[in-house]
C-alpha cells in the first residue's frame, strides 16, 4: 500500500520546495534563506523561512515548519498521498499504483480508519435492531430526528453491555491493542478493557474526504457525562476538525456564510430545517487550526451558541481570534433558555430566520455584554471596558474600521478618543497585561520542542548538517545518552546513516519520521545552527552538557533507590548504592 521510500525521496529532491511555497506565498530572498509572511498565522513582519539549501520552511513566530509535503499538506490540506500525487504530477514523476499484497503493514492510522469503518457499520445496525417504545430510535423520534437525518449524519446506537463493541471488532480480527489506540476502549486500574461507549447515540465524525475519524456519543437519559468524544488517536486530533462540515461545505459555499453551533443536537434540527450551511465546534473555544478549515469556505460567520452559560466571557475572548483572521463574526442571540433545537421547534424555521438577520456584530455584542456585565460606570469599570475592547479593535486590520470602533467605543464610555488611542498603542507594543494573543492551537504548537534541553537540540541541528557532524558525534556520545524523546529517535535515523556519505538531509528526516516526529520539530533544530559561528566549540560544549544532564538523571534515579533500600531496611543494598552514587557524583562533578 504505502509508497516506496525510494519514490518519496525522488519526488522530494525534484521538488525545490522555494518554488513550490512560492506558488502560494510571495517571498523575498534574504541571505541565503527566503523570507515571507507567515502564511499559517496572522503577523506583519515576516518570520517564516523557507531553506534551499535545507529544503525546509520553518515560522518563529507560531513554530510552524516542515518539508515540502509537510507544506502542502497544512497549506492545501491535503494528507501524505495527495501531497505526493501533487508533486510527483508536477515534476512527471510515475507514483506506483498501490497494490494490496507487497507484503508491506499498513500504518497505524490505516488499521484505525478500518476500525472506524466497522465501528460505524456495527453502531448502525445495533440503531436499526433496537425497536419498540423507549428504544434508542424512539427516542430519536420523540426528538424529532428525522429517518433522512439519521441516514445522512449517518447515526447509530452502542448498546449497554460493556464489551459489545470490543468482542465484535476482536471477532473481526483487531487485537486489544490496537482497539485501544483507536480510542474504543477505557482501561481500568487491573489492566482489563471495556467499551467507551456504552448505551449513547452515537454520531460519527468524519474528516471532508468523508472518511470516518472519530466518534462522539450521547446518553439518552439524564446520566453523566452528557457527551463523551473519541480522544485523540492516530487519525483524530481533538480541535481540528469541525462536525458536519463535510456535509455543509458546499452549503456553505452557496451561502457564502457558515452558522457555527456547538454540539450535535443543536446542529440536527436546523440542517433539518433547511439551514444546511452549519457546523459544531464540538467546544466552546475554537482553535486556530478550525479558524483556518472555516477560511477555506467562507469569511462570514454567525456564532449560535447557548446565550444562558456560564463562561459566555472566554467565549467572546475567543471569538476575538477570529477578528485577527479578518473573518466577518455575528453572534446569533436566540432569547433567554433557548438553544437551536428547541428554538426552532418551539417557534418554527421563520423566526430562526429572523434571529440569523438580527445577529449582532462581535464589536457589539461584546460591548453591551460588558456594559451589562460593569453597569455602575464607574472609573474602574471603564477602564475595565476599555481594555477588554481594545484587545479586539487591536486586532482588526483595517484602519477605517479601527477608527469606526474607537469612536463608537469612545461614545458608548464617554471617554476621549486619544485616550483610546494611547492605550491602544500600549497594547500593541506589548505593553499592560493583554492576554495572550495566540489562540490555544498555534501556542501548542510552538512549545513542542521548548521541553528539549538545548544542547540536545543543538546537537541535532549540527548532525543534519553533514556525515562527519554525525561520526564526530557518535565518537562522544551514544544513543542513550539522549533524553528528549524525539531527538532519541532523529539520533536513532542519524546514526544509522553511512560513514562518508553526505548525511541524511533535514527534509529526508521529517519524511523518515513522520508518523513518530512533528516536522516542525525538526525543522526548528535546523535553523538554531545556521549561521553559527564556531561549530567546533559548539559540539564540545554541548557534549559536555549532555553527558552533564544524563548523570544527574542517574543521580536522581539512584537517589530514589537508596530511598527505597533504606525504608525496605536492606543495608547492604544501601551501602552499595551509596558507593555508587559517590563515584558517580564525582564523575558529575569533574564533567
Ligand atoms: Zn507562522
Known amino acids: 500500500m504505502p509508497i516506496p521510500e525510494h519514490i518519496i525521496d525522488e519526488i522530494r529532491d525534484r521538488n525545490d520546495i522555494v518554488e513550490v511555497v512560492s506558488q502560494y506565498v510571495p517571498m523575498k530572498k534574504a541571505g541565503r534563506n527566503f523570507k515571507a509572511n507567515c502564511p499559517f498565522h496572522q503577523e506583519k513582519s515576516p518570520s517564516f523561512m523557507v531553506s534551499p539549501d535545507k529544503q525546509i520552511y520553518h515560522c518563529f513566530g507560531c513554530g510552524a515548519g516542515g518539508n515540502v509535503f509537510s507544506f502542502l499538506m497544512n497549506h492545501v490540506r491535503v494528507d501524505f498521498p495527495e501531497a505526493v500525487k501533487m508533486l510527483a504530477d508536477r515534476v512527471g514523476v510515475k507514483v506506483p499504483a498501490p497494490s494490496k499484497d507487497d507484503g508491506v503493514r499498513d500504518s497505524l492510522s490505516q488499521v484505525v480508519r478500518r476500525i472506524n469503518q466497522l465501528a460505524e457499520s456495527f453502531y448502525r445496525e445495533r440503531l436499526d435492531l433496537a425497536k419498540g417504545v423507549d428504544s434508542p430510535r424512539d427516542y430519536l423520534k420523540r426528538r424529532g430526528i428525522t429517518e433522512e437525518t439519521i441516514k445522512t449524519f449517518r447515526l447509530g446506537y452502542a448498546p449497554k453491555a460493556s464489551g459489545a463493541f470490543l468482542s465484535y471488532a476482536k471477532r473481526k480480527g483487531f487485537d486489544d491493542n490496537t482497539i485501544e489506540k483507536a480510542g474504543f476502549v477505557i482501561r481500568r486500574d487491573d489492566g482489563t478493557i471495556y467499551d467507551r461507549f456504552r448505551n449513547r447515540i452515537i454520531f460519527p465524525i468524519k474528516d471532508l474526504k468523508d472518511s470516518i475519524i472519530a466518534f462522539g456519543g450521547r446518553v439518552l437519559d439524564n ?59 464540538l467546544g466552546t473555544a475554537l482553535t486556530a487550526d478550525q479558524i483556518r478549515l472555516i477560511k477555506r469556505f467562507t469569511r462570514n460567520v454567525y456564532i449560535l451558541y447557548d446565550s444562558d452559560k456560564a463562561g459566555q466571557m472566554a467565549m467572546i475572548r475567543n471569538l476575538d481570534a477570529l477578528v485577527t483572521e479578518e473573518l466577518n463574526i455575528r453572534v446569533v442571540q436566540l432569547s433567554e433558555g ?80 486619544e485616550a483610546l488611542y494611547t492605550e491602544l498603542k500600549k497594547a500593541k507594543t506589548g505593553k499592560g497585561d493583554y492576554l495572550s494573543k495566540e489562540t490555544p492551537a498555534v501556542t501548542e504548537r510552538i512549545d513542542k520542542m521548548d521541553d528539549a534541553p538545548a544542547a540536545e537540540k543543538m546537537i541535532a541541528g549540527l548532525m543534519l548538517e553533514g556525515s562527519d557532524w554525525i561520526e564526530r558525534t557518535k565518537s562522544y556520545l551514544s544513543q542513550h545518552d539522549f533524553d528528549h524523546p ?48 564556531d561549530k567546533e566549540k559548539c559540539l564540545e560544549d554541548c557534549v559536555k552538557r549532555i553527558k552533564q544532564n544524563k548523570a544527574k538523571r542517574e543521580l536522581k534515579s539512584m537517589q530514589s533507590e537508596i530511598q527505597t533500600a533504606q525504608l525496605t531496611g536492606d543495608n547492604a543494598l544501601t551501602e552499595r548504592l551509596m558507593g555508587q552514587y559517590n563515584r558517580l557524583l564525582r564523575g558529575a562533578t569533574r564533567g
Open 223 to 281: 446520566a453523566v457525562p452528557k457527551y463523551m468524544n473519541s480522544p485523540d488517536t492516530p487519525v483524530y486530533n481533538k480541535g481540528r476538525h469541525l462536525y458536519g462540515l463535510n456535509i455543509a461545505r458546499d452549503y456553505i459555499r452557496q451561502a457564502d456564510s457558515v452558522i457555527i453551533v456547538e454540539g450535535y443536537m443543536d446542529l440536527l434540527t436546523p440542517h433539518q430545517a433547511g439551514f444546511r450551511n452549519i457546523v459544531a465546534s
Open 486 to 533: 524525539h531527538i532519541k529517535k532523529m539520533v536513532r535515523i542519524l546514526y544509522e546513516v553511512p560513514i562518508n556519505s553526505k548525511g541524511i538531509k533535514p527534509s529526508q528526516l521529517i519524511s523518515r519520521l513522520k508518523e513518530e516526529v512533528p516536522p516542525e520539530c525538526i525543522s526548528a533544530l535546523v535553523l538554531t545552527v545556521e549561521g553559527m559561528e
Open 338 to 417: 433557548y438553544d437551536p433545537d428547541s428554538y426552532i421547534k418551539e417557534r418554527g424555521k421563520e423566526d430562526f430566520e429572523k434571529a440569523l438577520k438580527m445577529a449582532i456584530d462581535l464589536f457589539d455584542f461584546k460591548l453591551g455584554y460588558l456594559l451589562k456585565m460593569y453597569s455602575d460606570k464607574s472609573l474602574e469599570a471603564k477602564v475595565k471596558i476599555s481594555k477588554e475592547m481594545l484587545e479586539t479593535i487591536n486586532r482588526v486590520g483595517n484602519a477605517i474600521v479601527k477608527a469606526d470602533y474607537i469612536r463608537r467605543l469612545s461614545d458608548a464610555l464617554s471617554i476621549p478618543e
